[in-house]
């Protein structure tokens, strides 16, 4: 490498620190000024019957799926990345010539549609909203390629009517030939199933964030049509494009994927933590805590503990936690 080739290599990555780190120190989020809901806001008490029993049973056939290069940088442009056209490190992300999937691209890898909505499952899937997501990744993931889609439910947990009912869903992505790429795991609140019937366990307790200040802040604005860029990747759920539906659901106005928003915190991460350096990423898992309408700015609080990164994602200008206990586990 040349000195000139170095230069410009301290150059950039003196101004990926600067984006992370010139924050107002007063800024900063802390738990006393931002309110986590403890839940939706006055929902109808009329349930629709389904069987959660039959459910845990439903199988899902494999999902083959090939895509291309092309769906590679949508779904990073549906994450907003690309906006600022003269970053380099963001490029990558988004332009065929030395083409890097996303960290969290296998979401929308072998993924089995919206099938919430099929009339069989008695899923009031107008009031379901993702709760908790996970994935961990074993293989790199190619930029092109055939993957298979294994689905199934894991587990229903009724958690009352007042509350609604979880239901945990695990999905391995494998190449054509049998290699494991990832496991995603994903909890969804049914809002209006619960009381039903369906296990009582406890839930898992989550990650714990450290009780000091963030090591690194990252405050990035999404797109006014970030969620509809974003279910062009597979997500049709009318929730996030429709705004009747949206209404009828308790919501402003349509949301953006909680799986954005998600998507989001990891590439805050691979900036500020790894140099844009995704091989390094290897696991992460979240809980989303409020929603997120298309246009708001997102701040990223970051905090390393060796080989553990926790994240937490806020909106400033409403005052809510939208993606807590977050965890990113990494190479070091």
Known sequence: MT???????????????????????????TERRFRIPSGPPSWSTEHVRFDPHSLVEREFPPITQTYT?????????????????????????????GLVPSPTFPFVLGYPGFWARDPDTGIDWKRLVNAEQSIRLHA?????????????????????PAKGALLYLRRTVSDIDG?????????????????????????????????????WVHDVRTLPQSALLYRLSGDYNPL???????????????????????????HAVSRCVLGEDVRKFTAMSGRFTAPVYPGETLRHDMWQDGSVVSVRTTVPDRGVVALDRGRIDIQQ
């Open 179 to 215: 290699t494991l790429l990832a496991t995603i795991g994903q909890t969804t609140m049914l809002r209006g199933n619960g009381g039903q019937g369906g296990t009582t366990t406890s839930t898992p307790e989550p990650h714990r964030l450290p009780d000091r200040r963030p090591d």
């Open 240 to 266: 996030h494009a429709d705004p009747k539906i949206a209404t009828d659901a308790g919501f402003e106005r349509p949301i953006l994927h909680g799986l954005a928003t998600f998507g989001m915190a990891a």
């Open 69 to 97: 290069e092309r769906d590679t940088m949508l779904y990073a442009l549906g994450l907003g990345l690309g906006s600022d056209p003269v970053d380099f490190d963001r490029l990558r992300y988004v332009y065929e010539d």
């Open 140 to 160: 790199p993931i190619p930029t092109a390629g055939t993957v298979i889609g294994r689905t199934q439910i894991v587990e229903i947990v009724d958690k009352g």
């Open 3 to 29: 000195h000139t080739q170095e230069d410009e290599k301290r150059g950039r990555l003196t101004r990926r620190r600067q984006r992370c780190r010139d924050i107002d120190p007063e800024s900063l989020v």
